[in-house]
């Protein structure tokens, strides 16, 4: 997380009123970047990620009285960002007649640095792939990621079980041993 | 690299995870992401929206509202309705809805959970139309409008105009009586219902004599239509509807739009020109958007605004519900969408999302703030079988019109048209 969002969060969990609610601009600054790559990473496709991180952050902007005082506003951009896209992927999927919601062959290396990972990504459920995203890439706990999808602590621990015995499955993560 | 605050799984799995922590957390940095909106640009975007909103909804006396022309003349009940359910003309109180009986989300449906969503976000109440000749004639062409955010105008033409002229009837949330047809559209301007295929027509447009006869209840002040400013000119419309009439009703400009241009795919493209009260509004759809401005008699732009065509495409069909020309799509002016499905496109959508239950009646869905799709058969919502022909949302309320069907005693059927308002629940 980079400094302005923990700076944010310093604001939001001080207990200050007055202070509490952090301009749209410092929260945009601070949750942009990391917001759209994972939107990039739950929906499969960075163009879409951006534009749902667009389309989200409008919304947030909009209805930045009541959003910026939400305990974690990001969480709310995500979600809703999610929603976004995921509306967009199924009127794609119709228009491609019924084809898959994130077909692996439109996963490129030049789109992806790191090909294994983003069609284990792709693999997974929606709800898994929110899951994993949440607590591995925007590093939120369990009980934040919980907030912000809407579901419960326990749902959260269960997906996050499944979704990283299938990743762990597919993925052949490098261990670091000592040479020789 | 940061810490994972709470590590929810096998200990022993602590450095696979790391090292897909980490693999996440490089990928992300090295994603080549599009050139996205600034700040600034999501501001300005974001206040775009925001005053669209205000325009259309804050009760500025002449904001347009969306208007549709229904061009549906093939329903008329085979017999005259019950004139017990019109007496009095006063609006009768349908209630909402239990929490219980609200249809589970298609979102649910996809995603295999069954979480009954709390309730559709509206109320709907019936409304009555005046008994009387007129009353025979509701089911067809019926031209809906927002007056000026707090009124409604729905207003009939005969399908025969030899022999009478249109009728309008208005109600406003004061009473929300349907009055008898206090406005009475003189038969020269009957050619309204050609104006579908030509809304250049200048019919019930300008003419004095219109404006001087007509007499709604008049709870709206009138104000002079040439006196009000651009913003108050602001022109809502469906997003591919194209404008066919601007008339004027006791100081309140009504818009018409025919809907049927609904149809049209935003790529094809549709221009409209219209002019009133020494304004000109432009209308323009094409790839990028919708934008229609508003140019004062002088040539100057006073109002213009666009909705993009990304903001189009997030204004279609709830999940597993296929977009077509049959799906109406409606935003209120807060921001809520509304969409009505007709019952032939459900039993597919059924069939693709696996949900239970077999055919049903049309359905509503609503979506809210944060995405997330309400849905409600309209059996269930209005009563009997019903069918939902025309929706219609303006400020923070919709519009919604109904067909019942029931057999009757020498084996036939006959269709019942019924209006309903719904208003967003607190």
Request: hydrophobic share 40%; proline share 5%; aromatic share 6%.
């Amino acid at each position: 997380m980079v400094g302005n969002a923990q700076a944010v969060l310093d604001l939001t969990e001080s207990g200050d009123t007055t202070a509490s609610v952090p301009s749209f601009r410092v929260f945009y600054a601070a949750h942009h970047s990391e917001l759209t790559r994972a939107l990039t990473f739950g929906l499969g496709d960075p163009e879409l990620g951006a534009d749902a991180a667009s389309e989200a952050f409008i919304k947030a902007c909009q209805r930045w009285a009541t959003v910026g005082t939400l305990d974690r506003p990001a969480g709310w951009v995500y979600r809703v960002g999610l929603n976004w896209g995921r509306s967009v992927l199924r009127r794609r999927r119709r228009e491609k007649a019924k084809t898959a919601l994130l077909a692996r062959d439109d996963i490129s290396e030049d789109t992806w640095p790191d090909i294994d990972l983003a069609r284990a990504l792709a693999d997974l459920s929606d709800d898994h792939r929110d899951v994993v995203v949440a607590r591995f890439f925007l590093d939120w706990t369990v009980e934040h990621t919980a907030a912000a999808l809407d579901i419960a602590p326990g749902t959260v621990k269960s997906r996050l079980s499944r979704a990283l015995d299938q990743l762990h499955t597919r993925l052949t993560i490098p261990t670091e041993t000592p040479e020789g | 690299m940061t810490t994972l605050p709470d590590n929810p799984n096998d200990p022993d799995n602590s450095t696979l995870d790391d090292a897909l922590h980490r693999r996440l957390h490089d990928t992300g940095e090295l994603l080549a992401i599009p050139v996205d909106r600034s700040v600034g640009e999501v501001e300005t975007v974001a206040a775009r929206r925001s005053k669209r909103t205000r325009l259309a909804g804050g009760g500025a006396a002449l904001a347009i509202g969306a208007a549709a022309l229904l061009g549906v003349a093939n329903m008329i009940s085979s017999e005259k309705p019950d004139s017990t359910d019109v007496a009095g003309a006063e609006m009768t109180a349908t209630a909402g809805f239990p929490p219980s009986a609200v249809a589970e989300s298609p979102q649910d449906a996809e995603t295999g959970t069954h979480e009954s969503a709390e309730t559709l976000p509206f109320t709907f109440t019936r409304v009555e139309l005046p008994d009387g000749p007129e009353r025979a004639i509701q089911a067809t062409n019926l031209v809906v409008s927002d007056s000026d955010g707090a009124s409604v105008v729905v207003a009939s033409e005969k399908a025969e105009c030899a022999s009478s002229g249109a009728t309008v009837w208005a109600s406003w949330d004061g009473g929300l009586t349907w009055g008898v047809p206090d406005i009475s559209v003189p038969t020269s301007q009957c050619a309204r219902h050609s104006l579908a295929d030509n809304f250049t027509s200048p019919v019930l447009r300008t003419e004095p004599n219109v404006v001087e006869t007509v007499e709604i209840h008049s709870a709206t002040p009138s104000e002079d239509p040439a006196a009000a400013t651009g913003e108050d000119l602001a022109v809502e419309l469906p997003f591919a509807a194209q404008p066919v009439e601007l008339a004027v009703v006791d100081g309140t400009q009504v818009v018409a739009a025919d809907t049927t241009a609904h149809q049209v795919a935003p790529e094809a493209g549709v221009d409209a020109r219209f002019e009133h009260a020494g304004f000109t509004v432009e209308y323009h759809l094409d790839g990028e958007g919708v934008s229609y401005s508003i140019i004062d008699a002088a040539g100057a732009t006073v109002f213009d605004t666009t909705i993009g065509i990304d903001q189009l495409a997030a204004a279609t069909a709830p999940p597993n519900i296929a977009t077509t020309a049959d799906t109406t799509e409606f935003l209120t002016d807060d921001g809520t969408l509304i969409v009505s499905v007709p019952n032939e496109l459900l039993d597919t959508a059924i069939a693709e999302a696996a949900m239970e239950g077999g055919p049903r009646a049309d359905m509503l869905f609503v979506q809210l703030d944060d995405g997330t799709w309400l849905g409600k058969n309209a059996d269930e919502l209005f009563g009997e079988f019903t069918e939902v022909v025309q929706v219609e949302a303006f400020g923070d309320r919709v519009l919604v019109i109904t067909e019942t069907r029931a057999a009757t005693d020498d084996n036939s059927s006959s269709v019942r048209r019924d209006l309903w308002l719904g208003t967003i629940a607190d």
